[in-house]
C-alpha cells in the first residue's frame, strides 16, 4: 500500500517520508497539487496525506480528486515537532488501518 505526503515545505516533506521508510512504508512526497494530482492519477496510492499548510479550498479538491482515483484514506497532517514521533502516533496507525480494510 503506496501513500502520497503532499506538504507546501519540502524539509518536511521528507521529514515524514524518512520516518516512514524507516518504519517500513512505501511513501512518495511532493509539495505542489499539480504533483500530487499526477501521482494520484496513476492509482498507485491507497493514502493521501495533507499537511496542513494546504489550504482549505486546495485540501477539499484535493480529497474529491483522491477520492475519484482510488485512494481509500485521507489523512490531514499538521506537523509539530517532532515531526518523526508526530508521524510515528498521527500518521503511521491509520496507515495500517487503512491497509487492514482495503
Excluded at 48 to 53: D, K, N, Q, S, Y
Excluded at 62 to 71: I, N, R
Amino acid at each position: 500500500m503506496k501513500t502520497l505526503v503532499l506538504g507546501r515545505t519540502p524539509a518536511r516533506v521528507t521529514d515524514v517520508l524518512s520516518t516512514l521508510h524507516t518504519d517500513g512504508f512505501e511513501a512518495e512526497g511532493v509539495s505542489t497539487d499539480d504533483e500530487a494530482r499526477g501521482l494520484l492519477e496513476t492509482r498507485e496510492f491507497a493514502v493521501l496525506i495533507i499537511g496542513g499548510g494546504v489550504g482549505p479550498e486546495a485540501r477539499a479538491a484535493l480529497k474529491e480528486f483522491a477520492a475519484e482515483h482510488g485512494v481509500v484514506r485521507v489523512i490531514d497532517g499538521a506537523l509539530t515537532a517532532p515531526f518523526d514521533a508526530y508521524a510515528r502516533r498521527e500518521f503511521e496507525p491509520l496507515i495500517r488501518e487503512a491497509a487492514a480494510t482495503s
